[in-house]
């Protein structure tokens, strides 16, 4: 039993970090595995005993798609407990300065597809979409699309929590699209850093029944808060209608779609529908957008369908379009995924063969 439980949190360790330097095997022997038979699993990692470069080394080395670097490398400090509920992992991290960069180039060379909530505890810190500046404050959660770049620094040590959550668990919350590099900063959004302040503090004392439990009403709090932090307000008529016309979409992305056919199956007069998915770019963007994350998951699983076969396939009048579509979208193109989704496939079953003779 032992022994399976510690396989399965060798998974979370590495589903949570990445492996791409050779320090990753040393600083594995920094983390404390907390696995009492009835609590959640946790991770615990620390600098403390490694020194500023070298710690710093190995923090970065454990910072899946992002390029980091060290305000002060000669001060630097991390120390981090990390969780895998559900499908989500939570992370309280207490790091010095630093600066993270999500560039197009790191984008393509991997194939996460999840989004970041960053619920700030201490210290401040800024970030930047390329569309849009932050700068956080103590109680406040910020929104990132991996699939997009961005860059976030603090000057300063900071304590946060992170949450990763896996684009299909999280959609269709179609605000989440629109809030790439935003603050929460409405009573919703306070309501979920409040939320998330407490769960990172009674994982530790969670146990593995429950889990699950908690990891469905967390989703349901997120998902419900991260809507109406997209909304204006007085608009919860229109965030009811972009979750219908959500759930209507993507049930049918490879079907013609068009507002009026959104109009007629939902009942809804053209400036109550248009109003709805105003803040989000307008119906056929969104649409656009449905259909682009749809190839880029099909891509990502291993999809073997030609760029013309997509592109027909959900309604762009040829491969060249669906291109350049993509290309703007996500800062690299079809192709670019397909290799790097093939390079990660071979990678894990060399890896596979390798631990298989030792």
């Given at each position: 039993m032992f022994e399976h439980r510690a396989k399965r949190s060798r998974k979370v360790f590495w589903f949570f970090f990445s492996k791409k330097n050779f320090l990753t095997s040393l600083t594995f022997l920094f983390f404390k595995v907390r696995m009492p038979p009835d609590l959640l699993?946790?991770?615990?990692?620390?600098?403390?005993?490694l020194g500023p470069r070298d710690g710093f080394a190995a923090w970065s080395s454990l910072i899946e798609g992002f390029d980091a670097t060290a305000a002060d490398l000669e001060h630097f400090s991390a120390?981090?407990?990390?969780?895998?509920?559900?499908?989500?992992?939570?992370?309280?991290?207490?790091?010095s300065g630093v600066r993270l960069v999500r560039s197009p180039e790191r984008i393509r060379q991997d194939t996460v597809d999840h989004y970041v909530l960053v619920l700030q505890l201490e210290g401040d810190w800024e970030a930047e979409t390329g569309e849009r500046q932050i700068r956080s404050a103590p109680g406040i959660t910020c929104i990132f699309d991996k699939a997009l770049p961005f860059v976030a620094q603090s000057r300063r040590s900071v304590d946060i929590v992170i949450v990763l959550v896996p684009r299909a668990v999280m959609e269709p919350a179609a605000a989440m699209m629109a809030l790439h590099g935003h603050a929460l900063t409405n009573e919703a959004g306070r309501l979920l850093s409040d939320y998330l302040h407490v769960l990172v503090h009674r994982l530790e004392s969670l146990t593995e029944i429950e889990a699950p439990y908690v990891a469905k009403a967390t989703l349901e709090i997120m998902r419900s808060c991260v809507q109406a932090a997209g909304a204006k307000p007085g608009d919860a008529k229109p965030v009811d209608v972009v979750r219908r016309a959500a759930r209507l979409i993507d049930r049918n992305l490879a079907e013609p779609l068009t507002p009026e056919k959104l109009q007629s199956a939902l009942n809804l007069s053209r400036s109550s529908l248009y109003r709805a998915f105003e803040p989000l770019g307008g119906v056929a963007f969104f649409i656009r957008d449905r259909r682009l994350a749809r190839i880029h998951a099909m891509v990502s699983s291993g999809e073997r369908a030609s760029v013309s076969q997509l592109a027909a396939t959900f309604g762009f009048t040829s491969a060249a379009q669906l291109t350049r579509a993509f290309t703007a979208h996500f800062g690299y193109s079809v192709s670019d995924l397909r290799a790097r989704t093939r390079l990660a496939a071979g990678v894990e079953l060399y890896r596979g063969w390798t631990k298989a003779i030792s």
């Amino acid at each position: 039993m032992f022994e399976h439980r510690a396989k399965r949190s060798r998974k979370v360790f590495w589903f949570f970090f990445s492996k791409k330097n050779f320090l990753t095997s040393l600083t594995f022997l920094f983390f404390k595995v907390r696995m009492p038979p009835d609590l959640l699993q946790s991770f615990q990692f620390d600098t403390a005993a490694l020194g500023p470069r070298d710690g710093f080394a190995a923090w970065s080395s454990l910072i899946e798609g992002f390029d980091a670097t060290a305000a002060d490398l000669e001060h630097f400090s991390a120390a981090a407990q990390a969780w895998m509920l559900g499908p989500l992992v939570v992370t309280r991290t207490k790091v010095s300065g630093v600066r993270l960069v999500r560039s197009p180039e790191r984008i393509r060379q991997d194939t996460v597809d999840h989004y970041v909530l960053v619920l700030q505890l201490e210290g401040d810190w800024e970030a930047e979409t390329g569309e849009r500046q932050i700068r956080s404050a103590p109680g406040i959660t910020c929104i990132f699309d991996k699939a997009l770049p961005f860059v976030a620094q603090s000057r300063r040590s900071v304590d946060i929590v992170i949450v990763l959550v896996p684009r299909a668990v999280m959609e269709p919350a179609a605000a989440m699209m629109a809030l790439h590099g935003h603050a929460l900063t409405n009573e919703a959004g306070r309501l979920l850093s409040d939320y998330l302040h407490v769960l990172v503090h009674r994982l530790e004392s969670l146990t593995e029944i429950e889990a699950p439990y908690v990891a469905k009403a967390t989703l349901e709090i997120m998902r419900s808060c991260v809507q109406a932090a997209g909304a204006k307000p007085g608009d919860a008529k229109p965030v009811d209608v972009v979750r219908r016309a959500a759930r209507l979409i993507d049930r049918n992305l490879a079907e013609p779609l068009t507002p009026e056919k959104l109009q007629s199956a939902l009942n809804l007069s053209r400036s109550s529908l248009y109003r709805a998915f105003e803040p989000l770019g307008g119906v056929a963007f969104f649409i656009r957008d449905r259909r682009l994350a749809r190839i880029h998951a099909m891509v990502s699983s291993g999809e073997r369908a030609s760029v013309s076969q997509l592109a027909a396939t959900f309604g762009f009048t040829s491969a060249a379009q669906l291109t350049r579509a993509f290309t703007a979208h996500f800062g690299y193109s079809v192709s670019d995924l397909r290799a790097r989704t093939r390079l990660a496939a071979g990678v894990e079953l060399y890896r596979g063969w390798t631990k298989a003779i030792s």
